[in-house]
């Protein structure tokens, strides 16, 4: 079974300042692991996902995460924050059966101040 | 293509009533999940069809809610009779591979139904 934790459900960082979202997720099996954005009143959109490989990946909009398969962590960041990053951040993990769900964490909240 | 369309985007019902929500895939995807939105709760997955046959639907909270998909394009979310502790935001999701290793090509979310029952 998976799951999905994420530190802080809201975070807030000024214009320009580094984005750091964090992800620590437990699975008894080699996970795939997802960070999707929900914009309001949106649907939820992929924002990068890992596999297998290369453990830094580079996703949409400036935005990437690394997995550290020691800490079991896949932690978001993004260099400038933009006050269009202003969203809900989830968090997700996946095994690789059929029979596994995507599990989705509680998500971050993340204000942009000005 | 248009993304995964939902209709209502705003349902707003009394206790006891019938409430149908609505989904359209993309085109091509094969697999179509129904997830609920609470504060409470976070996102829950309530069913998932796989080349319009369900295939896991242990978490549809209980009798009142069904779900169907009759063809490629379509899925419904039933719930009937409503109650207050069923106001939430629905969405549904597409995906080309469905779920396990399919996972990996991303899930396409609609925009959601929000639900209000008094």
């Known amino acids: 079974a998976q799951s999905v934790t994420q530190l802080g459900s809201h975070v807030s960082v000024s214009e320009g300042a580094l984005v750091l979202l964090r992800c620590n997720y437990s699975?008894?099996?080699?996970?795939?692991l997802f960070w999707y954005v929900q914009y309001p009143n949106q649907g939820l959109q992929l924002l990068l996902k890992?596999?297998?490989?290369?453990?830094l990946v580079k996703g949409i909009n400036g935005f990437e995460a690394e997995f550290k398969k020691s800490e079991t962590s896949f932690h978001l960041t993004k260099p400038s924050a933009h006050m269009s990053d202003a969203a809900e951040y989830f968090c997700a993990v996946s095994g690789q059966t059929s029979y596994d769900k995507v599990i989705f964490g509680p998500g971050t909240s993340l204000s942009v101040i000005p | 293509d248009a993304g995964v369309i939902q209709s209502p985007r705003h349902e707003v019902t009394e206790m006891g009533q019938e409430v149908t929500l609505r989904c359209k895939p993309i085109?091509?995807?094969?697999?179509l999940f129904w997830y609920r939105q609470t504060m409470m709760r976070g996102l829950e997955l309530l069913i998932y069809?796989?080349?319009?046959?369900?295939?896991?639907d242990s978490g549809m909270p209980e009798d009142r809610f069904s779900a169907k998909m009759p063809n490629a394009s379509f899925s419904t979310l039933k719930i009937q009779p409503s109650e207050p502790r069923d106001s939430a935001v629905y969405f549904c999701a597409s995906s080309p591979r469905g779920q396990g290793a399919g996972a990996n090509y991303g899930y396409t979310f609609g925009s959601g139904t929000r639900l209000t029952v008094v």
């Open positions: 069809f796989n080349n319009n046959v369900p295939i896991d």
């Open positions: 890992y596999t297998t490989g290369a453990t």
């Open positions: 085109s091509g995807h094969n697999s």
């Open positions: 699975s008894s099996v080699p996970p795939y």
